[in-house]
């Protein structure tokens, strides 16, 4: 069994930082790919940036240049920097791991709301 854990959301106000922590564990193989999802009200799931066992990362169009997405995936963590917050980035916040190409994992999520 596989437990995916975020921490880190909260209220800020426009313009202000957070930063989201993941943590999976339990009987893990090998991650291969590890991604931030957010969900705001009424709206689909969507990818908000994810990172690759190389290295190599992917961001959504409207995060580009504020968010920063980092982690050791041989060591099952992941972070996200959330920098210069917007109204419309109140979301709930999702973990998703990838274990190999047909195991995928989501955590329960972490509320970031983005108000004055």
């Known amino acids: 069994q596989v437990q995916v854990v975020e921490s880190g959301g909260g209220l800020v106000q426009p313009g202000g930082s957070l930063r989201l922590s993941c943590v999976a564990s339990?009987?893990?193989?090998?991650?291969?790919?590890m991604g931030w999802y957010r969900q705001a009200p009424g709206m689909q799931r969507e990818l908000v940036a994810e990172?690759?066992?190389?290295?190599?990362?992917t961001y959504a169009g409207p995060v580009k240049g504020r968010f920063t997405i980092s982690g050791d995936i041989a060591k099952n963590t992941m972070y996200l920097q959330m920098n210069k917050l917007k109204p419309e980035g109140t979301a709930i916040y999702y973990c998703n791991v990838w274990d190999g190409p047909t195991r995928a994992y989501w955590g329960q999520g972490t509320q970031v709301t983005v108000s004055s």
């Open positions: 990172i690759i066992d190389t290295g190599s990362t």
């Open positions: 339990g009987t893990i193989s090998s991650i291969d790919v």
